[in-house]
């Protein structure tokens, strides 16, 4: 990896963060951190559990601090938590280290990719298109307006999303 820098993947639940992560850090030869996990490494209970035992800003606080955290490091694919976005300040401190990379998808391909999963505390009473769509729509801006690099990802795989990003994170 000659390019200096961490990439942000960004992007609603389900938008893929994590598996692109995983083969973009493969091929760049990086480090990859999994945000979700750090969290729940540090804290050694489920995000769920955090959310219901702390409340929703106690993680949002945790979050902030890993992005600080994270002007430490060079050179890692770090995929962030779905909300990441909802704080300014966290775009402040991505684009410090790195570049935001927005992995987009359309509610009903969300859907299909979360319908199964009871890890996500923001949809588990609300697991249909409708909420999706409406809760993507009011982040919708902070989304494309925190995106340095947007990537749609419908009917893409894997390896198509990593060349499209590498392409376009090496010419930014
Ligand atoms: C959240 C997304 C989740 C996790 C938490 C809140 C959100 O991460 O951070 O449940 O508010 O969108 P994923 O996007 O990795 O599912």
Request: aromatic content about 6%; overall charge negative.
């Amino acid at each position: 990896m000659t390019k200096q820098g961490n990439i942000f993947l960004i992007g609603f639940m389900g938008a893929g963060k994590s598996t692109v992560a995983k083969e973009l850090s493969r091929r760049l030869g990086c480090e990859r951190i999994e945000m979700d996990q750090l969290i729940v490494e540090k804290k050694g209970m489920p995000i769920s559990e955090i959310f219901s035992t702390y409340g929703e800003d106690y993680f949002r606080d945790i979050e902030t601090q890993c992005l600080i955290d994270f002007h430490k490091k060079n050179n890692v694919v770090v995929s962030c938590g779905g909300g990441v976005v909802i704080r300014e300040k966290n775009i402040k401190y991505m684009k410090e280290s790195g570049c935001i990379v927005l992995l987009s998808a359309t509610p009903e391909t969300i859907y299909e990719r979360v319908k199964d999963s009871d890890e996500r505390p923001i949809l588990n009473d609300h697991m249909n298109v409708e909420f999706i769509a409406d809760l993507m729509e009011k982040r919708r801006n902070k989304y494309i307006s925190a995106a340095d690099i947007v990537i749609d990802t419908d009917k893409k795989n894997v390896d198509e999303i990593c060349d499209e990003i590498i392409e376009r994170w090496e010419r930014a």
